[in-house]
């Protein structure tokens, strides 16, 4: 009777162990798709609060650098300014475009929090929809692509990076616009990887890779890296390619925040089209 | 009987600011600690291990997993944490009583380097820092392709992960009588 009772207490220990191991696991597995995650993250005002008190203390550490990074920009994209191009013409036109529509605008934000050497890595950025953050929304640093918003709150927001386990960002060819995924196999946060790759596509090391557009997440042509090797296994039909990645996730202190003014309307287009059953 | 009852306010009083103290340290320092690949230094789960000898097991778990889910939500691990603290949690009283000392455990001392000696402190916390890493990166990185990865980064965190709890404790406990 003693022993009955004893075995009923350890399979009742054993029941509710297995219980909860099921419930945080379900939780874990479904939040590696970033519109089903349903937990406290780094986003939550709570948490960010402190993050964001932690980064205000660490962030002098880091102030010539980032100081740095953004002189960079500025003087490249001063080389893109009016003022500094020579006029070889006299007489230009003045044309107000209409060929042309702003579709992409920017919302700076600064990473509050993030990791780089995890398996799946997440930013915290000081910025959250009370700025117009969205879900879904691409990130972007100025040496090239950072990831998606995975959840957002008032004032924070968490980018999945592409440095995560089922992140597939939409990347081409620069020379000759072959588009695939690309993922991230958690072994080195320098290199990503592009699987399934045709043989008969002319890839040669050091082809440029950027983002395909299309989608509704980045503008087409944002940097992304650059092919490092090339796998080719005997045997099989497809190839592997290394990307050296551009972006250095150990030190990104500034990114941008891809606003897309016309995804409703790709999307609800799309929906339209293929849903409606 | 007034003595009992503050005692016990002060254990919660303790066990809580612990609780909170150790949560905010994982989360804000030890979880920068980006030094390569291989090393994801975890320190919380010194939490689980200085709870009495005696502490309920059901108790246990609940502790673990509240400790977890606030590790995660620092940490965007959406439950990881929690799932890893509960498996050393639930076997915590196992081990206890696999590697106890010939008379048994005093209920006046807690399981510390200071109270219990270094080589017995080094070998119980191993054998749990093992069990909650080596799970932690199975189930984060789920490819059996990967398994020399996950025994190398499981054996490198294990070290740096040893090294902060017995500074932590140095730190923040004392011996429990003298």
């Known amino acids: ?277 | 009987m007034k003595d009992a009852s503050l005692e016990m306010n002060n254990a919660w009083v303790k066990y809580g600011s612990y609780f909170i103290l150790i949560v905010l340290i994982q989360g804000l320092v030890v979880n920068n600690i980006e030094m390569s690949m291989y090393v994801n230094p975890m320190i919380y789960p010194v939490m689980i291990m200085m709870l009495p000898f005696e502490f309920n097991i059901l108790l246990t778990m609940l502790v673990a997993f509240v400790l977890g889910i606030s590790v995660d939500a620092f940490s965007n691990t959406f439950g990881l944490n929690a799932s890893a603290a509960m498996v050393i949690g639930y076997l915590r009283p196992t081990i206890l009583n696999i590697i106890k000392p010939r008379d048994g455990y005093d209920p006046s001392l807690l399981p510390s380097i200071q109270d219990m000696g270094k080589l017995w402190f080094l070998t119980y916390a191993s054998v749990l820092l093992f069990i909650h890493h080596i799970w932690f990166f199975i189930i984060e990185i789920l490819r059996f392709d990967q398994i020399g990865h996950i025994l190398l980064k499981t054996i490198f965190s294990l070290v740096l992960s040893l090294f902060l709890i017995v500074i932590f404790q140095y730190i923040f406990y004392k011996p429990s009588k003298k």
């Open chain 1, 1 to 277: 009777m003693r022993n009955l009772i004893q075995f009923l207490k350890k399979f009742r220990d054993f029941l509710i162990f297995f219980v909860l191991q099921v419930f945080v696991l379900t939780l874990f597995f479904n939040s590696k798709n970033y519109h089903r995650s349903k937990m406290t993250n780094t986003s939550s005002n709570l948490i960010g609060w402190f993050v964001e008190k932690k980064h205000n203390i660490n962030k002098h550490f880091s102030l010539s650098e980032a100081n740095e990074k953004l002189l960079e920009d500025n003087a490249r994209l001063r080389a893109q300014l009016p003022e500094s191009f020579y006029q070889l013409q006299g007489d230009t036109y003045y044309v107000n475009d209409t060929l042309k529509k702003e579709q992409f605008q920017y919302i700076p934000a600064t990473v509050i929090n993030s990791s780089s050497t995890k398996r799946n890595n997440y930013f915290t950025l000081n910025k959250g929809t009370a700025q117009g953050i969205e879900i879904g929304m691409g990130v972007i640093a100025d040496d090239g692509v950072i990831g998606i918003v995975a959840d957002v709150s008032d004032h924070y927001s968490i980018v999945m990076t592409v440095l995560t386990e089922k992140s597939s960002t939409n990347v081409k060819l620069l020379k000759n616009n072959e588009y695939w995924f690309l993922s991230w196999d958690g072994l080195d946060n320098r290199f990503a990887q592009i699987n399934d790759v045709k043989r008969d596509i002319p890839i040669e090391i050091g082809d440029h890779v950027v983002t395909r557009g299309g989608g509704t997440q980045f503008p087409e042509g944002i940097a992304v890296g650059t092919i490092d090797e090339i796998i080719a296994n005997d045997g099989e039909q497809t190839i592997g390619l290394n990307i050296k990645l551009d972006v250095n996730y150990n030190a990104v202190y500034h990114v941008y925040v891809v606003k897309n003014m016309m995804r409703d309307e790709q999307l609800n287009l799309e929906r339209r089209f293929t849903g409606d059953e």
